[in-house]
């Protein structure tokens, strides 16, 4: 009776709280929209001529466009199938001027930073003596990505939320003179609540310490005004594309980074939000597997850069950033020690170059042993599924990890679709037994190894702004292969029987679900 009573309480909250009115209000927006349009092709022919005329153009243009090939045909069939709402729908999503707008302060910003982004030349000398293909691909970090590698940094790598969680404490508390986070869930907890107290007794000392977090965490884990309640305890805090009843693609493109920075001596990321599920204290989906990474010395930069370079974004401001005061030598005199090479990088949807994917798909193309990932999700696109197949048909011991309890069951099912394909080409498929696996991690050929915010699927791969670290020869990459390995003993292998024997009727929906799967 209580969890049905439970139960009862949430739907309510869903129905009638700001999660049910903004939904209702914006699908009355679509509605009012698209509903328009259809009766405007219905009373005048020289409009449906012209509806017709601008699918054929819209068509051409979209075939022509260089785009993910998934994205092409999505249009493609939404317009032929219902051409006034495709249609409608397309000129609505590349005529915005609040993405406009974002996209231009992003690459403005790119602008003003590039000149404390410039790679040590013997870094370089030394990556290129390792790899000149390795070189190639960190100078292709640098262009694209606009951030360089380094070599004096060291690493620590968490195999759980909880043991981040642990060290993130330790740090906060020894801040001194600046604390940064930007994270795309924040919820009120156990995790929550002890950070906030050392953010609150940190900002009471003069410590700087500046919070932000993605306005979908507004819609039902945190009040509107929550920035408000922050600033009174003295702690900066913006939120980034607050949710709003009004249709718009800038609502599509969400912050899922996850960094923190403390003193520009130490930077944290990886999968873990701050949310008490992700450190094991409140149940939702079996255990939570999560991982992540600290970083320390000069790469941390990087990543205060990044955050930065957010804040700025938010914040409309037309003073320049103030990097002096940030860097990593003005507390830290002394040199930094590490070993291999290090690069945090970050992507953003807004300059038409997949970075995240090109890490991915360089890993997959230049492994020859092996390469191991944990993905939460799996929904990939054609580039992706050949790079995967090849890999595994020419040798490389190619082997998936994903969640055993999913987090969203249509989603969990569109994931399952693409193991056919994939097990069939000598791809090995594990689902982890114990709960959900939340990790984003690529290792490879104990050489090479990603941990980021990148899930394999198009919203991180093309929608969000995300973020990762790449390592090279770097000590991590063993504790990241032996954290993979160690998973492995709580994972099921999956057969290609399982998909094979499946219900006609969920391979039916799943192989419709395939054809919006740019969208989930």
């Not at 990044?306 to 002394?334: A, C, G, K, T, Y």
Request: hydrophobic share 45%.
């Amino acid at each position: 009776m209580k969890k049905q009573l439970e139960k009862l309480k949430k739907f309510w909250k869903l129905i009638f709280g700001r999660t049910g009115i903004l939904v209702f209000l914006l699908l009355v927006q679509a509605v009012i929209l698209f509903g328009g349009f259809a009766l405007i092709d219905k009373s005048a022919w020289i409009v449906n001529y012209t509806i017709g005329l601008l699918a054929v153009i819209i068509l051409i243009y979209i075939l022509n466009a260089r785009s993910n090939s998934s994205f092409k045909l999505m249009w493609i069939i939404l317009i032929l199938v219902v051409p006034v709402v495709g249609v409608a729908f397309y000129i609505f999503t590349r005529v915005q001027p609040g993405t406009a707008y974002i996209s231009h302060r992003v690459n403005a910003l790119i602008e003003e930073e590039k000149d404390y982004l410039t790679p040590h030349k013997d870094t370089l000398y030394d990556v290129y003596a390792e790899s000149k293909q390795e070189c190639g691909f960190m100078q292709y970090l640098y262009k694209r990505g606009k951030y360089p590698v380094y070599s004096n940094a060291s690493v620590k790598y968490f195999p759980l939320g909880e043991d981040k969680f642990q060290e993130l404490l330790y740090q906060l508390e020894r801040a001194e003179k600046f604390i940064f986070l930007e994270y795309f869930i924040v919820d009120k907890g156990i995790m929550w609540n002890r950070i906030l107290r050392i953010l609150a007794r940190k900002a009471r000392e003069g410590v700087e310490v500046r919070f932000m977090y993605d306005g979908t965490c507004t819609l039902s884990l945190l009040p509107r005004n929550y920035p408000k309640r922050l600033e009174q305890l003295g702690i900066q805090c913006k939120i980034f594309a607050p949710m709003r009843p009004f249709l718009s693609t800038h609502q599509n493109n969400r912050d899922h980074r996850k960094i923190a920075v403390i003193d520009g001596r130490a930077a944290f990321t990886g999968g873990v939000n701050l949310a008490d599920e992700y450190i094991n204290r409140k149940e939702r989906f079996g255990h939570w597997k999560d991982t992540a990474v600290m970083l320390k010395g000069e790469a941390v930069w990087n990543m205060t850069v990044m955050f930065l370079h957010m804040w700025n974004v938010i914040n409309n401001s037309s003073e320049p950033i103030d990097h002096e005061i940030h860097m990593p030598h003005r507390f830290h005199q002394e040199p930094f020690a590490g070993n291999g090479f290090v690069q945090p990088y970050s992507d953003t949807p807004l300059d038409g170059e997949i970075v995240g994917e090109n890490v991915y798909l360089n890993i997959i193309n230049r492994a020859r042993k092996y390469v191991y990932i944990c993905t939460p999700y799996l929904i990939i696109d054609n580039e992706m599924m050949t790079a995967l197949c090849l890999a595994a048909k020419s040798g490389v011991d190619v082997r998936i990890m994903t969640p055993g309890i999913p987090d969203k069951k249509m989603v969990f099912l569109l994931t399952q679709s693409y193991y056919e394909q994939l097990l069939e080409a000598g791809v090995r498929i594990y689902e982890y037994q114990p709960g959900f696996l939340h990790a984003k991690s690529f290792v490879c050929d104990d050489e090479i190894a990603v941990v980021g915010t990148i899930n394999l699927d198009y919203r991180s791969l093309y929608l969000h702004f995300e973020n990762g670290v790449w390592f090279y020869k770097n000590k991590v990459i063993q504790d990241i292969l032996d954290d993979f390995n160690q998973t492995l003993k709580y994972c099921d292998p999956v057969s290609i029987d399982f998909c094979k024997n499946r219900n006609i009727v969920v391979r039916a929906f799943q192989s419709i679900l395939r054809l919006f799967a740019p969208l989930l």
